[in-house]
């Protein structure tokens, strides 16, 4: 069935390092991919997304980048900071179709330590 | 992006009782949908709220159980009905632009003793 998942249930680095967060989908119909941030008591919040049709798109100290042959996805955070710690979601959309939810994968906890 | 209110943001309730969660958009969107967040788990979707029509439930989920209004394109309700302790979670509101994009309000923290 269609799933979106997650290589590391966590990662830890250094403030100041990149911070690499991968994740692997399954359905190769998926055409939008969202990483989510999640902190402690707080709903998911958007950080950056994808179209299908590009393989790399660059936000503030944040990257994704999509390999559709693979079907990965993931998430550079450039010089990592101690905000950046949360839970990391990938999500895809359920179908191609306009409007249609998201599937979340299983997340990765990212600490940061100073 | 879209200010996504829920309330109430947690609540602690009696086995056999119900719930109705609320969640207001501050602007027009075309879906919400429902999730739900087990403690240190994802996101799964509940369903699609419908503007004006019964909603739309993903596999594991039913109406019976968890009716889900949407009256106007900018508000809806999800009611948690009969609880059980199992139904203990975060159950979150989402809406989308033409766009694509999703966003998530804060989610409402419920436990059921």
């Known amino acids: 069935g269609e799933s979106v998942g997650l290589h590391l249930p966590t990662l830890s680095v250094q403030e100041g390092d990149n911070s690499i967060i991968n994740c692997a989908y399954s359905n190769s119909a998926s055409d939008y991919f969202i990483w989510y941030k999640q902190e402690s008591g707080k709903g998911p919040q958007f950080i950056i997304d994808?179209?299908?049709?590009?393989d790399k798109r660059q936000g503030q100290r944040v990257t994704v980048l999509l390999n559709k042959t693979v079907k990965h996805l993931s998430l550079q955070i450039a010089a990592t900071q101690p905000g950046d710690s949360a839970v990391y979601f990938c999500a895809e959309n359920k179908s191609n179709q306009a409007g249609t939810a998201l599937i979340f994968g299983k997340g990765t906890t990212l600490s940061v330590s100073s | 992006s879209a200010v996504i209110s829920q309330k109430p943001s947690r609540d602690i309730c009696q086995r056999g009782t119900s719930l109705t969660i609320q969640c207001q958009v501050d602007s027009q969107v075309t879906m919400m949908f429902w999730y739900r967040q087990q403690p240190g788990q994802s996101l799964t979707l509940i369903a699609t709220?419908?503007?004006?029509?019964?909603?739309?439930?993903e596999s594991g989920f039913v109406i019976d159980k968890f009716p889900i209004s949407r009256p106007n394109l900018t508000f809806s309700t999800l009611t948690v009905s009969n609880m059980s302790p199992e139904d203990s979670s975060i159950y979150l509101c989402s809406a989308a632009y033409n766009t694509g994009e999703l966003f998530f309000g804060e989610g409402s923290r419920l436990t059921v003793l």
């Open positions: 994808i179209r299908s049709n590009m």
């Open positions: 709220a419908n503007q004006g029509s019964e909603a739309t439930y």
